[in-house]
């Protein structure tokens, strides 16, 4: 339809919306759905006139006319399966897979405290001990910890995931969400303009290739990213700074193998802090010492990797915060490991 617009200007063209029925694209999708169907009847229509003697065509046109026909099938072919993928997608804006700490109050009073980990400028999807009175359509005043401050917003739950046999608690809520204008151009400016989400999730734009494949030792290929794959789970570390309280969110690694911690801002290392952790179920507040790890990526984030070296059990928090930026030293070797997770 778009190529034909270049004969006849004046067509006209309109995209359909998402969440629109696939009957809205079919008429689209008619010519593709006619090649391949051409095409790939075409290849056993030949081989039978062949046996039959009904037709003059030589083996080797037979054999290139075949190939070329399958050719111009499987690209019909994929067309319409790609258009069919995407005309699955109900959601009209893109969805980035970065964790932030969150935290939401409900309408009794009730706060809600997790990860985000699939976020837009409208709707986000929330991790965390959520209570079984929830409901869709419940409206929450909350708020997103951006690495520039917390993100104040409200929002409405869309969808929950509930648990089997939990009697109806949920694992995790939709919910879309509003807020004011040049908070939305913060956001917009994190979501866009940062590089996050590449940081945490170890995203490359390098693939492997049958070279570097066979021969790895002499063509390189994308070295494995040690922060790719792994799940966060939002936390926040307290402190006292001259006798008033410190709070500052955080992220904890879940899973097996060693506990790393994701901050915004440089943390102290030489001293115990008080870190908990919000998942599905209530988790103990612990102390914990940090050590500095470089944190594996190229680009400049704003975020400070580390380590747990120690943990205690949590008591009244007894100190400081560091102000100045870290250069994050080489790793060492972790003499002690906490799961906290």
């Known amino acids: 339809w778009a190529t034909l617009a270049w004969v006849a200007p004046k067509m006209k063209f309109r995209v359909t919306s998402k969440g629109a029925s696939s009957r809205a694209a079919a008429r689209f999708m ?6 391949m169907a051409l095409n790939f009847t075409a290849i056993p229509v030949a081989v039978a006139l062949l046996l039959l003697g009904m037709s003059s065509l030589p083996v080797d046109g037979l054999v290139a006319n075949s190939v070329w026909a399958l050719i111009n099938g499987l690209l ?19 969805r980035f897979k970065v964790p932030l700490a969150a935290e939401f109050r409900m309408a009794s009073g009730l706060p809600l405290r997790g990860t985000v980990d699939d976020l837009s400028d409208t709707g986000l999807r929330f991790y965390g001990e959520l ?27 869309r969808s929950l995931v509930v648990l089997p046999d939990s009697d109806g608690a949920a694992r995790a809520m939709g919910c879309s969400f ?12 994190f979501l866009f303009g940062s590089d996050l989400q590449w940081a945490v999730n170890g995203y490359t734009d390098q693939v492997h290739t049958p070279m570097s494949r066979v021969l790895g030792a002499v063509v390189p290929g994308p070295t494995p990213h040690p922060l790719a794959r792994l799940r966060w789970n939002a936390a926040r570390l307290r402190s006292t700074n001259a006798g008033a309280a410190v709070s500052e969110p955080a992220l904890v690694s879940a899973g097996d193998g060693e506990t790393l911690l994701i901050s915004y801002r440089a943390l102290p290392m030489k001293q115990e802090l008080e870190l908990e952790v919000y998942r599905r179920t209530p988790q103990a507040s612990r102390r914990v010492r940090l050590q500095a790890a470089e944190l594996p990526c190229g680009r400049d984030a704003s975020l ?38």
């Open 30 to 35: 008619a010519p593709q759905w006619v090649v």
């Open 76 to 94: 019909a072919l994929a067309v319409i399966s790609f258009t069919a993928v995407t005309q699955g997608h109900t959601r009209s804006r893109y």
């Open 131 to 157: 209570p079984a009175s929830l409901a869709v359509g419940e409206r929450l005043q909350g708020q997103l910890e951006l690495p520039d401050g917390a993100l104040p917003l409200v929002a409405e739950v």
């Open 178 to 189: 509003s807020t004011g204008t040049e908070d939305r151009h913060r956001l917009e400016s």
């Open 304 to 341: 400070y990797l580390y380590r747990m070296t120690s943990s205690l059990p949590a008591a009244a928090p007894v100190l400081t915060r560091a102000p100045a930026r870290l250069n994050a030293p080489a790793v060492a070797p972790m003499p002690e490991s906490v799961d906290l997770v």
